[in-house]
């Protein structure tokens, strides 16, 4: 029912900087949470950074200060700047968001993107 489509991903040297955005689309009637998770090879998936529909933000330690999560509520669109990267910052890096639906009955799903690969090597 709503599909999120990331892009920007790709290879950079480390001190790089990436911009990821993340399009939601399909049947919502409000999109909630939205965040940015990765996974590293033989590594569990984890949470990067989230941001409210409110503009309230959450990241992870290792990541604070050098990447900054926004939204554009108009174009359903979650974005990820990526500041001096390290190359332990390689791995695939998946959207979310919490979707609220109206089909007369208001209810709410937990959407992933299919993932784009970040590579932090020289």
């Known amino acids: 029912q709503v599909q999120l489509v990331e892009s920007g991903g790709g290879l950079v040297q480390p001190g790089g900087s990436l911009t990821l955005s993340c399009v939601a689309s399909g049947n919502i009637f409000r999109i909630n949470t939205m965040g940015w998770y990765r996974q590293a090879p033989g590594k569990q998936r984890e949470l990067v950074a989230t941001?409210?529909?409110?503009?309230?933000?959450n990241y992870v330690d290792s990541v604070k200060g050098r990447f900054t999560i926004s939204r554009d509520n108009s174009k359903n669109t979650v974005y990820l700047q990526m500041n001096s990267l390290k190359p332990e910052d390689t791995a695939v890096y998946y959207c979310?968001?919490?979707?609220?639906?109206?089909?007369?009955?208001?209810?709410?799903?937990?959407?992933w993107g299919q993932g784009t690969q970040v590579t932090v090597s020289s």
């Open positions: 979310n968001a919490g979707v609220t639906h109206n089909t007369g009955v208001y209810y709410t799903n937990n959407y």
């Open positions: 941001i409210t529909s409110g503009g309230s933000t």
